[in-house]
């Protein structure tokens, strides 16, 4: 199995906005070769039961051998460390962003559009993934629901994943979301921070199939952060 150096850094953020208590914690997972995801958790502490997470493709290279569907962000992982789970959500395009080739709309969208129903959230782990999680991969994952924007109806990552603000390689009809979106997980626990994250590590998806992963000495090492690179045969 391949092994890649990471550099996760991690950045802590805190606002109070009156008697609420907003915090933040940003991932920066870099691979050598290019390819990053920088993932962002906000905890309002007005609304503990729903956490914030928005996805950013930040890769600038691909891998020797990677393809139009590896250039995907995916997904994102982590662990609650405790009995807390995810019981549905919402997810928007992110600033500046637009969707590319779905193929199920009239014309394509963007920035604040509605994307739900090409994501989903995991409690359970597998797949190499931590244990909770939103994905556009159909493996341990259960739909948010919502309209089909690219076919085919369900979940069928890695279309529907992030590409960079403009795609490293053609997608060759893979339909995909440039830049970012922003997922809004409801929970059936309430949290009282984010403190979670780097006591259990955080993991981004990229692509599907065949796992790439760095040894767990190494994340220990650089930080709390890894990329799951998975690959797909070209579509």
């Not at 409801?186 to 796992?211: C, H, R, W, Y």
């Amino acid at each position: 199995m391949k092994k890649l150096m990471i550099i996760a850094m991690v950045i802590g953020i805190m606002a109070n906005s009156a008697s609420a208590v907003i915090t933040s914690e940003l991932f920066d997972l870099v691979d050598p070769s290019g390819l990053g995801a920088r993932v962002i958790f906000t905890l309002d502490s007005a609304s503990p039961t729903k956490l914030t997470i928005k996805l950013i493709n930040i890769s600038t290279a691909l891998p020797a051998g990677f393809d139009n569907a590896d250039q995907l962000l995916t997904g994102v992982s982590w662990d609650f460390g405790q009995a807390v789970g995810a019981t549905g959500g919402t997810v928007i395009i992110g600033s500046g962003g637009y969707s590319i080739n779905f193929d199920q709309i009239s014309s394509q969208l963007g920035a604040g559009a509605d994307v739900t129903g090409e994501w989903g959230y995991g409690n359970s782990g597998g797949t190499g993934m931590l244990t909770n999680s939103v994905s556009t991969m159909i493996a341990q994952v259960t739909a948010f629901g919502g309209t089909n924007l690219d076919g085919p109806v369900n979940l069928d990552g890695p279309q529907g994943g992030i590409a960079t603000d403009a795609p490293l390689v053609g997608l060759e009809g893979l339909g995909a979301v440039a830049g970012s979106v922003i997922i809004t997980l409801m929970l059936d626990t309430s949290l009282d921070n984010l403190g979670f994250l780097e006591e259990n590590g955080v993991i981004a998806e990229f692509g599907s199939d065949a796992a790439f992963v760095p040894e767990p000495a190494t994340v220990a090492l650089l930080g709390f952060g890894a990329l799951l690179l998975r690959r797909k045969k070209k579509h």
